[in-house]
T-cell receptor, first 113, second 112 residues
Framework: DGGITQSPKYLFRKEGQNVTLSCEQNLNHDAMYWYRQDPGQGLRLIYYSQIVNDFQKGDIAEGYSVSREKKESFPLTVTSAQKNPTAFYLC????????????FGNGTRLTVT | GENVEQHPSTLSVQEGDSAVIKCTYSDSASNYFPWYKQELGKRPQLIIDIRSNVGEKKDQRIAVTLNKTAKHFSLHITETQPEDSAVYFCAASKAAGNKLTFGGGTRVLVKP
């Protein structure tokens, strides 16, 4: 399972707290992504980054924030403004954004109570 | 933006039969169409992809067809086996630099 690492696998937080999910890749990929997966639903894009120090909103960016200070790292912060944060979060990377295959991490299951 | 619809949402087939999943996309400028397989509790993995300059692509028991005029593409799995049971996602994107949009997924169950 080398290549892209997400931690932790399970995360529990109280409502009103911000929480940061880690994503690291050693594939030397330029592009990185965060997706949210809810039961019975597809993969919805939260944020993506095509290159270091640049990132763009996806389809459901409200209540989330990201940073891309290093090529290998793309952490996602779930803020208290996100109304329904409990979900399975998948990080991915690709050689370039758009038309390159995605390599996914194993995901982080976040539960907020 | 791009919208990808995937049908059916669930598909049950007998082992050895074929399975077909269909996706439609809205943006005629999309030119990259990958398919991902997600087994229970695991990460999605790319199984096959096709670009708009190709109408069909095969890899052993898996094939994908693309109809650019109608803006739809399909995944075909022949001689299904129990290990084909998983959720399959289609996706579409435009040229490099653009984001990938996923369909809602199809849960495939292969009955022995």
């Amino acid at each position: 399972d080398g290549g892209i690492t997400q931690s932790p696998k399970y995360l529990f937080r109280k409502e009103g707290q911000n929480v940061t999910l880690s994503c690291e890749q050693n594939l030397n990929h330029d592009a990185m992504y965060w997706y949210r997966q809810d039961p019975g639903q597809g993969l919805r894009l939260i944020y993506y980054s095509q290159i270091v120090n640049d990132f763009q909103k996806g389809d459901i960016a409200e209540g989330y924030s990201v940073s891309r200070e290093k090529k290998e790292s793309f952490p996602l912060t779930v803020t208290s403004a996100q109304k329904n944060p409990t979900a399975f979060y998948l990080c991915a990377s690709s050689i370039a954004a758009g038309d390159s295959p995605l390599h996914f991490g194993n995901g982080t299951r976040l539960t907020v109570t | 933006g791009e919208n990808v619809e995937q049908h059916p949402s669930t598909l049950s087939v007998q082992e050895g039969d074929s399975a077909v999943i269909k996706c439609t996309y809205s943006d005629s400028a999309s030119n990259y169409f990958p398919w991902y397989k997600q087994e229970l509790g695991k990460r999605p993995q790319l199984i096959i992809d096709i670009r708009s300059n190709v109408g069909e692509k095969k890899d052993q028991r898996i094939a994908v067809t693309l109809n650019k005029t109608a803006k739809h593409f399909s995944l075909h799995i022949t001689e299904t086996q129990p290990e084909d049971s998983a959720v399959y996602f289609c996706a579409a994107s435009k040229a490099a630099g653009n984001k990938l949009t996923f369909g809602g997924g199809t849960r495939v169950l292969v009955k022995p």
